[in-house]
């Protein structure tokens, strides 16, 4: 019998309380237990980031932590960044620019993107190529992908300085 333990966080804004196996992985829990399948696995050894949720705000890989690790902590998955009436500014550019073909990796290059335009804000081309290295496309090429974010980056960069 495998041992178990209480698990409380919050997720996408609610909090959530489950028993779980010590040694599930919290992308098992949040797919198995929470129906948070928008979160996908593929490599499921941190190479590919497919599952990349925000824990605290930081994009994290979610086949590398146990869910238990995570106990009074907060995630949002790709479920938590829209509402159910509107897509975020950044899946609207994704859209836009035609940067996803299977999807399979787009849950995980939003996550990392958010964090990546929260943190970082308006970057050029290099900067952008660079936040999403970690996160793996067999489909798009990368260029769409690259245009959203520099999109919602200059969207979102404060206008012309004063100074200039
Ligand atoms: S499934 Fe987690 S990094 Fe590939
Ligand atoms: S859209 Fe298919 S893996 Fe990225």
Do not use: W
């Not at 907060?74 to 500014?89: K, M, P, Q």
Request: aromatic residues 4%; proline residues 1%.
């Amino acid at each position: 019998m495998s041992d178990t333990r209480r698990l409380r966080l919050k997720v996408n804004g609610a909090f959530v309380e489950r028993t779980v196996p010590v040694r599930q992985t919290l992308a098992d829990f949040l797919r198995d237990d929470l129906a948070l399948t928008g979160t996908h696995l593929g490599c499921e050894h941190g190479v590919c980031g497919a599952c990349t949720v925000l824990l605290g705000g930081d994009a994290i890989r979610s086949c590398l932590l146990l869910a238990v690790q995570v106990d009074g902590q907060e995630v949002t998955t790709i479920e938590g960044l829209s509402s159910s009436e509107r897509l975020s500014a950044l899946q609207e550019a994704f859209h836009r620019e035609h940067a996803l073909q299977c999807g399979f990796c787009t849950a995980g290059m939003l996550i990392t993107a958010t964090a990546f335009l929260r943190d970082a804000g308006g970057q050029d081309e290099a900067g952008v190529r660079e936040a999403i290295s970690g996160n793996l496309c067999r489909c798009t090429g990368y260029s769409g992908i690259v245009q959203a974010i520099l999109d919602v980056a200059r969207q979102h960069a404060p206008s012309a300085t004063a100074a200039d």
